[in-house]
């Protein structure tokens, strides 16, 4: 049983900046790509950013690109997500996901490829 537990959501001012974090447990953390996902009300799950096992591939969405870096620290068995420049738009619940170390980079975008998710942590970014 894996588990995931996120933390560092709140709100902020635009251009502002928050960290997430997400803990995991349960398994070998080293074992799994990790990635970020967000929903807004009325939307889809979208991908935000993913990192492979050993930290050396990361994977950012258009959207957040040059804003926001996903690092992890197997050492601590957590990933973060820095999030920098916050915008009104980057509202949302941000859910913390774990997958096989085998994922490829070309997947590490789908939802589908996670088999593990944590609660979510708001975010909201005020304007």
């Known amino acids: 049983q894996v588990q995931l537990v996120e933390s560092g959501g709140g709100l902020v001012q635009a251009g502002g900046s928050l960290r997430l974090s997400c803990g995991v447990s349960?398994?070998?953390?080293?074992?799994?790509?990790m990635g970020w996902f967000r929903q807004s009300p009325g939307k889809e799950r979208d991908f935000v950013a993913a990192i492979s096992w050993n930290g050396r591939g990361t994977v950012h969405a258009d959207s957040v690109k040059g804003r926001f870096a996903i690092s992890r620290d197997n050492a601590k068995n957590t990933v973060y997500l820095q999030m920098n420049s916050l915008k009104p738009e980057d509202t949302a619940i941000y859910y913390c996901t774990a997958a096989g170390a085998g994922t490829s980079m070309l997947a590490m975008s789908r939802a589908s490829e996670y088999g593990y998710w944590g609660q979510g942590t708001q975010v909201t970014v005020s304007s």
């Open positions: 349960g398994r070998s953390f080293s074992g799994y790509t």
